[in-house]
Each structure stands twice: as C-alpha cells, then as structure tokens.
C-alpha cells in the first residue's frame, strides 16, 4: 500500500513527535519506519491504520493518491462501492521551481505577479488553509542547510508590504532588486533602523547578504517543507 510520506511527516511533527519517538508510540522500530517512509509503501494495514491512529486522522488522508486501477472501498447493502476522492486533499500551489527561478522577469512593486509561473505543485490541506498567497519554493543550493536541503520543496507565505519591517526570526524567501531571488534567514531587522535589512545562510560557509529595503519587491515567510530530498 503506497502512503504521502510527506503527509505523515508533517502530522507527527505538528503533533511534537520526532521520527523515532512516532515509530515507537506505533509500535515498529525506528528503522523499519524510516524505509517506509523512504520507499513510501507500507506493508502491513494494521501499521497504516496504527499511523492514521496516533495521528487522529482518517486512514484515508495518508495514503498515497489513488490511481483508477486501485480497488475502491465498499459498503454493504444497496450503496454502491465508494472510492474516497484523495485529490479533495491537496490543492494546487503555484510552483517556483529552480529553472523558473533562472528565468526570473524583472520586475518592480509596480509590476509584481506570478502569472509567469507554469507549474504547480499539489499540497496536502488538512493541516493548511491555502490561498492564493501561498507559494511553494525549491531551495537551491547548500546555504540553508542543515535545515533546508539543496532541492528542497517549502511552503511559503506572502507578506504584506507594510509587515516586512517587522519581520524576523523566521526563514524567508526575498525577491530585491528586479529579479535577484534568496531564500535566507533574517534574525533581527534594521528596516526601521537603517533602512537595511541583513539576510543570513544556516552554513557559515555562504554569509550574508545586506540589502536596502527599498529594493525588496516581495517577500514570503517559509511555513514548512513539503518535500524533503532523498540523497
């Protein structure tokens, strides 16, 4: 049976489970639950139903899409078989991939949009209110590691304009100056200080970066990781 891996990490984790302290209260041992994850197949429907279980979810919400050939639920009586709609699930997000990245357009405040983007990508929502100013980014390059992954998938969220001098202590994703694109940490703002704002890389190997705020064009705070890279 193929299992969202990525949905269950999200729930166990919201829940305040690390990987090993949820493999025990499911009772597998801590490496059987990382190959499930990893190969995203679960062997056992009572490990499936144990997960769905300690996450207090319905077992549906953890399985992997359904593709037209997999077997329906079915119910006794007249009601004919049933299969649960996943897709109701996950909502698309428009998608800054790498490459979209590269061909980024300039732009200013004035002429900001993301119609440009072609690619979406689909978003568990049970645990999420997506909206329009929800993003997902994948992270290039080792700056933010060991947090965020080179390849990476994150979550982000829009900030108003008139909110980014208040902004620190969180990962972000800052679009300055026509089309230079970071995705960093600000531990503390000096907007309303100097009018800079210092963005910082997890690996001290890559620095930071200062830049003036009137050249940030649009900003968005990283909510989680929707993709985690296997290496």
Known sequence: MMI??????RLYKKKGYKQETFAAKIG??????????????????????????ALEVDV???????????????TEGNVGSVRPNLNEYYKPVKLLSA???M??????????????????????????????????????GDSMVPEIKDRALVL???????DIKYQS??????????????????????LNVNSTITLW???????????????IIHMWKVIEKVKEPVR
Do not use: C
Request: proline fraction near 4%; avoid cysteine; glycine fraction near 6%.
């Open 103 to 140: 061909g980024m357009p300039l732009m200013t405040h004035e002429t900001f949009n993301l119609n440009w983007l072609e690619e979406t990508y689909p978003v568990f929502m049970p645990t999420i209110a997506i909206s329009e100013k929800h993003l997902v980014i994948e992270v290039v």
């Open 60 to 74: 549906n919400m953890i399985r992997s899409k359904l593709g037209d050939q997999e077997p329906g639920i079915f």
């Open 156 to 162: 982000a969220e829009a900030v108003n304009t008139n």
């Open 28 to 53: 597998i041992s801590p490496r059987k639950f990382f190959d499930i994850l990893k190969k995203g197949e679960v062997k056992k429907e009572a490990d499936l139903q144990a997960m769905a279980d």
């Open 99 to 101: 490459r979209a990245q």
């Open 169 to 190: 202590g969180a990962v972000y994703a800052v679009l300055y100056a026509g089309n230079h694109f970071v995705v960093k940490r600000i531990k503390s703002n000096d």
């Open 201 to 215: 890389s997890d690996n001290e190997r890559y620095g930071n970066i200062i830049i003036h705020g009137e050249d």
């Open 4 to 9: 969202d891996s990525v949905a269950i990490q």
